[in-house]
């Protein structure tokens, strides 16, 4: 058990809909990270937030928003979902927001758009 | 664009041989490179990681070669167990980034035959 928690564990809905994947990360980690996993691009980086403000965007689509709030937990939120955002997504944490310090992934969201 | 390319895409060893999962990069300001360990249903899992100023790193079972100028990294799991049975992500960033995200390799599904 990393320490990050992800809610939901899974979530089906529908094309046109909009979700909401909350993150809490581990007792004392300032940087919350928010990845996609799917069969056809990998696993990639989508944004980062250091205590409350973005520090790092990565391709993240427009219809996707994130914020980290004062408590550190972090949401990021999909709308206009399409058949292809289909896919895990994960949210890992690491204590500082920047360097090589280890970020630990939580054990994700299933997001399935019928 | 793919910054970080890993082979092979599955792997099948007996016990106790050597798994190679090989890595290459193409972005020179990457300098710090980890591996992940996925199993179903979970979140990836730092297995071990290393800078570019030593050329091999060693933890138990795994060791990760680094080749600089060629650009490339891999890792050797040794005296493979069928525990070791899961999916392995090479990744790089840039530590002296304001932020920093990990760019994934596609993954290497290795299975360890009893």
């Known amino acids: 058990d990393s320490g990050v928690t992800q809610t939901p564990k899974h979530l089906i809905t529908a094309t046109g809909q909009r979700v909401t994947l909350r993150c809490s990360p581990r007792s004392g980690d300032l940087s919350v990270y928010w990845y996609q996993q799917s069969l056809d691009q990998g696993l990639q980086f989508l944004i980062q937030?250091?205590?409350?403000?973005?520090?790092a965007k990565g391709n993240i689509l427009e219809r996707f928003s994130a914020q980290q709030f004062p408590d550190l937990h972090s949401e990021l939120n999909l709308s206009s979902l399409e058949l292809g955002d289909s896919a895990l997504y994960f949210c890992?944490?690491?204590?500082?927001?920047?360097?090589?310090?280890?970020?630990?992934f939580g054990p994700g969201t299933r997001l399935t758009v019928l | 664009q793919q910054q970080v390319k890993q082979s092979p895409q599955s792997l099948i060893v007996q016990k106790g041989g050597i798994s190679i999962i090989n890595c290459a990069y193409e972005?020179?300001?990457?300098?710090?490179f980890p591996w992940y360990q996925q199993f179903p249903g979970k979140g990836p899992a730092l297995l071990i990681a290393i800078r570019p100023d030593v050329s091999e790193k060693k933890e138990g079972r795994f060791t990760i070669s680094f080749n600089k100028s060629a650009k490339q990294f891999s890792l050797h799991i040794m005296d493979s167990q069928p525990g070791d049975s899961a999916t392995y992500f090479c990744a790089a960033s840039i530590s002296n980034e304001a932020g920093n995200m990990l760019t994934f390799g596609g993954g290497t599904r290795l299975m360890v035959k009893p």
């Open positions: 972005n020179t300001a990457f300098d710090y």
């Open positions: 890992a944490s690491s204590p500082l927001g920047s360097g090589d310090n280890e970020q630990f």
């Open positions: 937030y250091y205590n409350g403000e973005e520090r």
